[in-house]
């Protein structure tokens, strides 16, 4: 059972855009929910992350917005570079099952010059 | 420190052959993870350990064994390679921020099966 829908696929954005990815979860035992980027060839590396009190979070270009009520939440990438065409991951835990994290499918963004 | 390591970084087996993959990790995490990554897709997890000692299974075990004998080290042994495990494989380590969890991963070793 899916657990952490995350969408779109893949995402095409020119240049000074900004890259909207979407997750929405089942479990409402969540209660941590970090994103990853990760490079070609690369491990995933964490990138933000929000718990659910918080209904936003900024850091530099990156945002996360997490609506409780809907259970879903979206990571923004206002103005956005080539450099951060990668694949991103939401994720979700629940601080009690062994620290594991439930992961979205992944979205590859593209960033076009 | 040196975060989590994995060796080695890519690797070709002959179907049936065995191998181990190695994972050591510096930041002194209690939980750790193995993850099978197939082209264009997510992350699946195949076995974790909350520490030295304890391992357990994850969603795709099957193929795979674990060990946890140090806090350090987290190997995963192949027995009877087939072509189905050819895929990326990610460590990870985590521990508690803020309440959550949050999982540094390895640089990963790509496997082929052949």
């Known amino acids: 059972q899916q657990q952490v829908k995350q969408s779109p696929q893949s995402l095409i954005v020119q240049k000074g855009g900004i890259s909207i990815i979407n997750c929405a979860y089942e479990?409402?035992?969540?209660?941590?929910f970090p994103w990853y980027q990760q490079f070609p060839g690369k491990g995933p590396a964490l990138l933000i992350a929000i718990r659910p009190d918080v209904s936003e979070k900024k850091e530099g270009r990156f945002t996360i917005s997490f609506n409780k009520s809907a259970k879903q939440f979206s990571l923004h990438i206002m103005d956005s570079q080539p450099g951060d065409s990668a694949t991103y991951f939401c994720a979700a835990n629940d601080g009690t099952n062994a620290g594991k994290s439930t992961f979205g499918d992944g979205t590859t963004l593209t960033v076009k010059p | 420190n040196a975060g989590v390591t994995q060796t080695p970084k890519f690797r070709i087996l002959k179907i049936g052959q065995s191998m181990t993959l190695q994972c050591t990790q510096d930041m002194n995490h209690n939980y750790m993870y193995w993850y099978r990554q197939d082209p264009g897709m997510g992350l699946k997890l195949i076995y974790y350990s909350v520490g030295a000692g304890i391992t357990d299974k994850g969603e795709v075990p099957n193929g795979y064994n674990v060990s946890r004998s140090t806090t350090e080290d987290f190997p995963l042994r192949l027995e009877l390679a087939a072509p189905s495990q050819t895929s990326v494989y990610f460590c990870?380590?985590?521990?508690?921020?803020?309440?959550?969890?949050?999982?540094?991963f390895g640089p990963g070793t790509r496997l082929t099966v052949t």
């Open positions: 990870a380590s985590s521990y508690s921020s803020q309440g959550g969890y949050e999982q540094y």
């Open positions: 479990n409402t035992a969540f209660d941590y």
